[in-house]
């Protein structure tokens, strides 16, 4: 038992094979290229089948980690897509964007005193083998209720609820307000870091286990909450997302040339202006591009001025590296195709030429003091330290608000100050009866996982109504 | 896909009629709002004000000028044939209340748009005065149903082919100097539209304006469609597309219309070249 516990420690994590920086920086193409057979059985031999998983801690949803990562050393990968499938709608999805060294491999005991074991890259690897050589048998699905539930938006949290509960036998139909289904996952995350064939293929499983799907439903507009009940449906689940672009509020905001992040990246992803001419949909191209913000979301925009040609691209932030929110993977995939991190720097007005196109941008120096109420320490301007930076493209990614097309025509929905819809955090459940809701659109910008989590709670909650009432 | 049901060619071609079958929509649509049309799977998404709705029939009415390659989709798009996607309806209807005399403004496809504000000012109770202007007679449009909505049409063409020789607004002062007018509609090239306003201001009547800036999902996500207005940033997507005319910068919202012309006019001409060989 010892000898086979050293051994584990001795073997190196596997290392995820990317196409390389000077390459992928001017294609679309998806960065990591996945692991082989091998790479996953060697990396699976490393987990230490603890007794008491820190992982499964760490996992929004409670994916059992150390059960599929036994199943993948045993060669069962049917029964690994099983096992993760019991859990997560959408490993193939999570194993790409989870900020995984933050949840389960942050809490990984072999990532004590070395590398963690690479849970991500395994369910990825587990998710797309199915996909690609599975058997495409479907998992068990309970005998139908004839209860109706409309879900509202096919973000994350969405399909998540969606596949829990089609699974516990109701009938389920998805309402999305684009003209393709997947939310965020299609319109937000590029192809580079999730291809889109992924989503719809994980859409595709849904609708085989039985899920009903409509697009160009704006609900709030096409049809309102209160018809969906009139229709029939027995419960709601409003899974919106945040969806209301975040601008700066300086002079020169409108200038042409400043966009937010949202239509930016919608331009790149959802209607694939990356293709333009083939495509109709065009997108600007900078040559000098600015990204305002250090989430993931300026991470993706920032690498995606990159791939659409520019010749510098700048991302500008007030506090310091630390202080990033991104998914450390993604900064280190910037900084490897050529990102410039301007930090500790500030916008203050844009400025533009006699056709109203943006030229530049004044900034000024920032340092840090003391911690504000985020925990983080406070960006303090540096007087007299305005400088100009020249640009031709400002994509701003500073977050997103609550958008209130939904909800402003639902107006027994309570919400919180900011406009998000209050909702219990253990069950999803609103004030109104018979509707719940997830995500974003109740926690404000978060990632993927979380608003999986939040759709697992309420998927058990409406189950539970459905079967024993409010 | 929603299928067209009735397909019709005005003004020499340049402007096309298209009613579509939208049950959805059509149950729900009321004048000031609009659609989002996606042709074909590679298409653009364009917004378009509706021109009509018929909830019995289950069709929306659309009308749009061909000017790039995306509306010269559309317009190859036949009977029987339809859009793969049409999202509505968006934004905020118009407002309308009986005030006593109003005037309605329209220039060039706009008077699609104002057709059915038109109707609903004058259901209401409202005494409508009605000025619609074109280039030249040959591309104005909807004379008869504006003659209908109204109780009073004046024309106008630029090169005087037909009725007043010259521009809305000259007609538009003449009524404001004779009449007691509570509310202006002006729906129309972005140009007409300012100078509309400012006219109006001078006399100090209250005047609502149509807007169509670029935009791609319409539902208050992109903010592509951004507006100054009072000093203020709208989406004109969730706030508008109607807005307080005296108080839109207009010539920002002309600049912002500009944003992709260079792209527009590439694609178009390839677009007209691969068509005609």
């Known amino acids: 038992m010892a000898e086979k516990a050293e051994t584990k420690k001795t073997t190196p994590r596997q290392a995820m094979p990317e196409q390389k920086p000077e390459i992928r920086r001017r294609n679309f193409q998806e960065v990591p290229v996945g692991y082989t057979m091998e790479h996953a059985m060697t990396e699976a031999s490393r987990c230490l089948q603890c007794k008491k998983p820190g992982c499964v801690e760490g996992c929004p949803v409670g994916v059992d980690i150390p059960g599929f990562i036994n199943l993948i050393t045993k060669g069962d990968m049917t029964g690994a897509i099983r096992n993760l499938w019991a859990k997560n709608s959408l490993p193939a999805v999570c194993g790409r964007v989870c900020p995984q060294e933050i949840q389960c491999e942050g809490l990984c005991i072999v990532g004590k005193k070395g590398d963690a074991v690479a849970i991500g890259n395994l369910e990825r690897f587990v998710a797309d083998y199915e996909r690609m050589h ?330 539970n109504y459905l079967t024993w009432g409010w | ?67 790039g390659k995306s509306t010269a989709i559309f317009k190859a798009l036949k009977v029987g044939e339809g859009y793969q996607d049409v999202i509505g309806p968006l934004g905020k209807p118009t407002h309308l209340e009986k005030l006593g005399t109003v005037v309605c403004v329209g220039g060039g496809t706009g008077i699609a748009v104002l057709n059915p504000i038109t109707k609903g000012l004058k259901e209401i109770g409202n005494n409508v005065i009605s000025i619609i202007g074109a280039r030249s007679k040959d591309i104005l449009i909807l004379e008869d149903e504006m003659q209908v909505a109204s109780h009073k049409l004046h024309v106008c063409t630029d090169d005087g082919s037909y009725g007043h020789h010259g521009f809305v607004t000259e007609v538009l002062k003449q009524v404001l100097e004779k009449e007691d007018v509570k509310l202006v509609v002006a729906i129309g090239p972005v140009p007409m539209m300012k100078f509309v306003s400012k006219i109006t201001k001078d006399f100090n009547v209250p005047t609502m304006v149509s807007l169509n800036p670029i935009m791609v999902d319409g539902t208050g996500m992109c903010g592509g469609c951004r507006v100054s207005v009072g000093g203020e940033t709208k989406f004109a997507c969730v706030d508008g597309p109607e807005f307080d005319g005296h108080k839109v910068d207009f010539d920002e919202l002309m600049r912002r219309l500009q944003a992709y012309s260079e792209d527009e006019k590439k694609c178009y001409n390839d677009y007209c070249t691969l068509q005609q060989a």
């Open chain 2, 1 to 67: 896909m929603f299928k067209i049901v009735q397909r019709k060619e005005m003004a020499g071609g340049t402007i096309v009629l298209n009613e579509i079958e939208a049950p959805l929509i059509a149950k729900k649509a009321k004048p000031g709002q609009f659609v989002i049309l996606k042709a074909n799977e590679a298409g653009e998404r364009i917004p378009l004000t509706m021109a009509d709705s018929n909830p019995e029939k289950g069709t929306i009415t659309i009308i749009y000028m061909v000017v």
């Open chain 1, 134 to 463: 599975g058997s495409g048998e479907l998992p068990p699905r309970e005998k139908p209720t004839g209860k109706k539930i409309a879900v509202v938006g096919s973000g994350p949290s969405g399909l998540t609820v969606a596949g829990d509960l089609v699974r516990k036998g109701h009938d389920v139909k998805v309402l999305e307000a684009f003209h393709k289904p997947g939310g965020v996952l299609v319109y937000g995350i590029p192809e580079f870091r999730l291809p889109k064939e992924i989503v719809f293929s994980e859409v595709a499983f849904l609708e085989r286990l039985g899920a009903k799907l409509e697009c160009n439903q704006v609900v709030g507009r096409t049809v309102s909450l209160d018809e969906l009940f009139e229709e029939g449906y027995d419960a709601v689940y409003l899974g919106v997302g945040a969806g209301l672009p975040k601008f700066m509020n300086i002079p020169g905001e409108n200038l042409v040339g400043i966009l937010s992040a949202n239509e930016y990246l919608t331009r790149a992803n959802l209607m694939k202006a990356y293709l333009y001419p083939e495509v109709d949909t065009p997108i600007p191209i900078g040559k000098n591009v600015v990204v305002l913000g250090a989430g993931n979301v300026a991470m993706d925009s920032a690498r995606t001025a990159m791939r659409l040609g520019a010749d510098s691209v700048r991302i500008v932030y007030r506090r310091s590296r630390d202080e990033m929110p991104a998914r450390k993977a993604e900064i280190h995939h910037a900084d490897e195709e050529g990102i410039e991190f301007f930090l500790l720097t500030a916008p203050t007005r844009f400025v533009g030429d006699d056709k109203g196109r943006l030229t530049g941008m004044e900034c000024l120096k920032m340092e840090l003091g003391e911690p504000d109420a985020s925990g983080r320490r406070r960006p303090i301007p540096v007087k007299g330290s305005e400088f100009m930076m020249d640009c031709d493209l400002v994509i701003v990614a500073v977050g997103a608000g609550a958008n209130p097309l939904l909800t402003q025509t639902t107006p027994d929905l309570a919400l919180n100050k900011w406009g998000y819809i209050n909702a219990d955090p253990e069950t999803g459940k609103t004030t109104k009866k018979g509707v719940w809701a997830g995500g974003d659109i109740v926690t404000g910008s978060a990632t993927v996982i979380l608003a999986m989590g939040a759709g697992r709670k309420a998927a058990d909650s409406i189950h």
